[in-house]
């Protein structure tokens, strides 16, 4: 199975912040990486796939890179609704497999 | 609107199977692919698998033995059992849409949580 690994595994920043997390890949996987977005009590939210192919309706302060086996989650200006936490997930290869999860939570 | 609803048995007593029913809105069950995924307390997500094209299936190798995902087309819903459960089955159990082959699940459900326990 590929592995990915992400960090911090939790940060806390304020509103306007800029966010950067990480999601590292064990093995090579194109730009197979895709974002999502967990609050309690609601479903999960795709925020992007591709790596950084940002889904319909979501704000444009989020942005993905990538640079070989390594992948960027930027938010650029932290807001309220953003306190989740988010997870990578690698759809190269079977079986799909996620990253641990950055909590983001309010400083 | 596609919505995605998990329904099932919150508490589930050690050794028996775990059942969970996804109902699906606004979407055929025989388009796309359908996946279970679960989220056990304080660790990542962990995909359990999926149904394809009404009739097809794939596990992930670390559950296959004990996996089973089946679809109702005349009621737009498709299933999970899970046997032999332990505590360590204790998790959020979502269901999600993967549209097409992408590889990636556009479309979740809220989750249903689960514990094991006697």
């Known amino acids: 199975d590929i592995q990915m690994t992400q960090s911090p595994s939790s940060l806390s920043a304020s509103v306007g912040d800029r966010v950067t997390i990480t999601c590292r890949a064990s093995q090579y996987i194109n730009d197979d990486l895709s974002w999502y977005q967990l609050r309690p009590g609601k479903a999960p939210k795709l925020l992007m796939h591709a790596a950084s192919a940002l889904e319909s309706g979501v704000p444009s302060r989020f942005s993905g890179s990538e640079s070989g086996t390594e992948f960027t989650l930027t938010i650029s200006s932290l807001q309220s609704e953003d306190f989740a936490t988010y997870y990578c997930q690698q759809s190269y290869s079977e079986p799909r497999t996620f990253g641990q999860g950055t909590k983001v939570e309010m400083k | 609107q596609v919505q995605l609803q998990e329904s099932g048995p919150g508490l589930v007593t050690p050794s028996e199977t775990l059942s969970l029913i996804c109902s699906v809105s606004?979407?055929?069950?025989?388009?796309?692919?359908w996946s279970w995924i679960r989220q056990p307390p304080g660790k990542g997500l962990e995909w359990i698998g999926y149904?394809?094209?009404?009739?097809?299936?794939d596990y992930n190798p670390s559950l296959r033995s004990r996996s089973t995902i089946s679809v109702d087309t005349s009621k737009n819903q498709f299933s999970l059992r899970l046997t032999s459960v332990t505590a360590a089955d204790t998790a959020v159990y979502y269901c999600?849409?993967?549209?097409?082959?992408?590889?990636?699940?556009?479309?979740w459900g809220r989750g249903t949580p689960v514990t094991v326990s006697s």
């Open positions: 149904l394809y094209y009404s009739f097809n299936t």
């Open positions: 606004g979407d055929s069950i025989s388009r796309h692919y």
């Open positions: 999600a849409r993967e549209f097409g082959a992408r590889g990636y699940f556009d479309l």
